[in-house]
């Protein structure tokens, strides 16, 4: 599932419901229009959904291999699609690849009676 929106994203946005997203799995979210965007990657754990930019630290190229996954095979780690470096889903720091010990950048996220909402 891809979201799209054609403005900025706003503090404490309505995203999605936390059970759109498989657990554990992920989705994207698209901010703007005609290349100056934010492609939002919100991962769920659980009950918890962590957010970051869709952009791998190595390359900055999109994370993602198809319509917001990012998850590998096994379902432990995330992997970016271009170089297979792999992320925590849990803090998004890279463990393996050539951006070892780098991290994704996080966009804060509340989860409120859940909906996953851009922090305020």
């Not at 997203?21 to 918890?48: K, N």
């Not at 780098?102 to 966009?107: D, E, Q, V």
Request: hydrophobic share 40%.
């Amino acid at each position: 599932m891809i979201q799209a929106y054609d403005h900025p994203p706003q503090p404490g946005q309505m995203l999605c419901r936390i059970e759109e997203i498989e657990d554990p799995g992920s989705t994207r979210i698209d901010f703007g229009a005609y290349g100056a965007h934010l492609r939002l990657l919100l991962v769920r754990l659980g009950d918890r959904v962590h957010g970051y930019a869709d952009d791998c630290p190595h390359a900055h190229h999109p994370l993602d291999f198809h319509f917001g996954k990012v998850f590998a095979p096994d379902r432990q780690f995330l992997q970016c699609s271009s170089h297979g470096a792999r992320f925590r889903p849990e803090d998004g720091v890279c463990i393996n690849g050539p951006c070892l010990g780098k991290a994704l950048t996080r966009i804060a996220l509340t989860l409120v009676a859940g909906e996953v909402r851009l922090a305020a």
